[in-house]
């Protein structure tokens, strides 16, 4: 009786003072000035998200999907990429509150309100607190913040040189003609199907990765990978797992590892959860053998003739703290880093360029393979470009700015504006309320608040883009937020000036139509805060550029020889196709183009970047002029 009435006493007082907290929030959400959505548990509350998602399963069973600014869809965080702007337009404001018992949320979609917050850095300072799981080998400049962020940024700035973009540009050169070259070697010389090329992708840019910020070259059919072998001769350590197969098991399944603490693993017989800490120690090892090697061959280096290295990892271990001279009572060099910071930072540039730069060349290829036609103008533009010359003449100084001011570059721009890698970028309010203008009434963002700048709906907000008429309103996959405009459509030419715009323009206008336009000498300019694939303000991604010359070089080599085309595989076969009339055709690869939308639209999620699982489009790479669909408008 006495268990039965402790529990009874506790489970009240955690409702009185789950309600009281409501209370105070509410009224802190009122006195805001900003419009406010009452949800019954905190976003942030992952232990209450996960015991309840079969409630909410069935509570949609029984009442439907609900609408985009429900607080049912408010609770959690998927909303932001299946309803992106949808729920700003529902609740007709580009700033609102999610108000919970255990804290306030803000979102928005105002470019001229993230500008304010990415300026004022020290009142909204990053929301390290969902970020330090990235801690996971060290202190970084992901997760630090203050004195500490500005070191890490001084010294792994250095790394980021334009002799190490000029490696990138070269080994993307290399690596890209053999990926290709595997990629159009199918039986009896025919063009293969390429049931996701997202995995390929994924090897190119480690490739890239591995010699530009490890200074190690691997083969493409990994025969060169770190470990490959079961034991590391000049170690003496036994490996289970490769590099290559430690790095991207832990990127698959890394929620894991920032939900699940270590201690509990050994309590839950989970076979995938084991595997993920496994190689997390993988990981951690060869990453520690990386650096011991990197210092040795420095060393070595040093006290011969030979000129230094360029790769980012040598930059990293020449700023790491000397012990007996640069730290001292517990503090740090302006310009050193420690080995757990090296190996922290070593992590996070592994995470955040093996990702993104392979999602961006995957997607900007499915686009344009679902786009033919504007696949068309821009080979013709990278024509231009080189004059003749073969991809393998491809030089950086002379064609990387051409390239990123061409058309093919609106198509990167233009595949950045709807995938960006991340959801949202988390900032927050310490204990003193801030101010912020919006539409030019003065608000109070309530103390302890998250804000989260939503990516995916301020780079659909009319307000800020140059928009036409939707081609199509029927799609049904496409969420109901931008009805009457093109915001939700791949279109690059709305990045193409036109006479009536000027360089840096910051109006948004009419999309133009792709037709008789030119290659500007600089493309549309966004406003301030509307355009975030890399963040903006003084924390932008330090690997931006690092990203653009990997990304341009690929597709440009890939582009200039090739044509990427959806494979029909599904719908008809090779002969079929052959035989086919022009209409059949175009109704053969309608059908694959509808498939190929609702994969990238239905089928994203964001583990720690924004990328297809659970599906997967086939695609063909052929030779220019030998397409089957040749004739097809998109």
């Known amino acids: 009786m006495f268990i039965l009435w402790a529990t009874s006493f506790l489970v009240i007082t955690y409702v009185l003072r789950s309600c009281l907290q409501l209370w105070q929030n509410i009224v802190l959400a009122r006195a805001s000035g900003l419009d406010f959505v009452v949800v019954p548990i905190y976003p942030y509350n992952r232990l209450a998200l996960v015991a309840t998602r079969s409630f909410f399963r069935a509570l949609d069973r029984i009442w439907g999907s609900p609408s985009p600014a429900s607080w049912r869809r408010l609770v959690g965080s998927g909303w932001l990429w299946s309803c992106r702007y949808a729920t700003f337009a529902e609740l007709k404001t580009d700033n609102f509150l999610v108000v919970a018992a255990g804290g306030i949320v803000m979102y928005t979609a105002d470019a001229d309100v993230i500008a304010q917050i990415v300026n004022r850095d020290t ?37 980021f040189t334009e002799k190490n973009n000029e490696l990138v540009w070269k080994e993307t050169l290399l690596q890209t003609q053999t990926m290709v070259s595997s990629w159009t070697t199918g ?35 990994w025969g060169n990978d770190f470990g490959n072998n079961a034991k590391s001769e000049d170690k003496g350590n036994c490996h289970s797992m490769s590099f290559t197969n430690s790095l991207q098991f832990l990127l698959s399944h890394i929620l894991y590892l920032m939900m699940v603490p270590r201690w509990l693993v050994r309590f839950i017989p989970n076979k ?33 003739s030979d000129s230094p290295t360029l790769d980012i990892l040598s930059n990293l271990i020449r700023s790491e703290a000397n012990p007996s001279n640069e730290v001292s009572n517990g503090t740090i060099g302006s310009t050193s880093l420690t080995e757990s ?79 960006t890698p991340v959801l949202s970028i988390p900032k927050q309010v310490g204990s003193k309320p801030q101010t912020l203008i919006v539409n030019k009434n003065e608000i ?30 029927t799609k049904s996959y496409f969420p109901p937020s931008n009805p009457e405009n093109d915001l939700e459509e791949f279109k690059p030419e709305r990045w193409l000036r036109t006479g009536s715009q000027s360089p840096g323009s910051q109006s948004p206008a009419t999309t133009p139509p792709l037709e008789n336009l ?22 932008p991604c330090l690997g931006q550029k690092f990203a653009n010359v990997e990304i341009m070089c690929a597709l440009a080599v890939i582009l200039s020889q090739y044509s990427v085309e959806l494979a029909v595989d599904d719908v008809a076969s ?26 990238w639209q239905q ?8 990328q297809i699982r659970g599906g997967a489009v086939p695609l063909r790479v052929v030779r220019r002029h030998s397409e089957r669909f040749s004739d097809v408008e998109d």
């Open 272 to 304: 995938t959860l084991s595997r993920c800490h496994e190689a997390s120690d993988e990981l951690r090892s060869y990453m520690r053998e990386m650096v011991l090697a990197k210092r040795t061959a420095i060393d070595e280096k040093e006290t011969s």
């Open 341 to 419: 910071e090296v190996i922290g930072n070593l992590f996070v540039f592994l995470i955040a360029g093996h990702e993104t730069s392979a999602n961006s060349i995957h997607f900007s290829l499915l686009l344009l393979a679902i786009h033919p036609s504007t696949q068309r103008k821009v080979q013709q533009d990278i024509d231009r470009i080189l004059e003749g010359r073969t991809p393998s003449d491809l030089d950086y100084k002379r064609d990387f700015p051409r390239l990123l001011n061409s058309l093919l570059g609106a198509v990167l721009q233009e595949q950045l504006r709807l995938i």
């Open 123 to 159: 009142d909204f300072p990053k929301a390290v607190v969902l970020s330090k799981p990235l801690d996971l080998y060290g202190p970084n400049i992901l997760t630090a913040e203050g004195a500490a962020w500005r070191r890490h940024r001084r010294v792994t700035s250095q790394a």
């Open 518 to 539: 030119t290659t500007p000498n600089k493309l549309y300019s966004p406003p301030r805060g509307a355009y975030l694939p890399f963040s903006v303000g003084p924390r």
């Open 574 to 599: 090779d002969e079929e196709v052959a035989q086919m009339s022009k209409a059949e055709k175009m109704r053969t690869w309608a059908k694959a183009r509808d498939a190929a939308d609702k994969v």
């Open 444 to 473: 109070h963002v309530p103390p302890k608040t998250i804000i989260r700048l939503s990516v995916q709906a301020v780079h659909r907000n009319p307000r800020f883009w140059p928009n036409s008429t939707s081609n199509d309103r």
């Open 187 to 221: 039986v009896d010389g025919e063009p293969k199907t390429l049931p996701n090329m997202a995995e390929d992708t994924m090897r190119l840019s480690l490739s890239v990765l591995s010699r530009a910020l490890l200074g190690h070259s691997m083969d493409w059919s």
């Open 603 to 610: 089928k994203m999620q964001c583990m720690l970047t924004l």
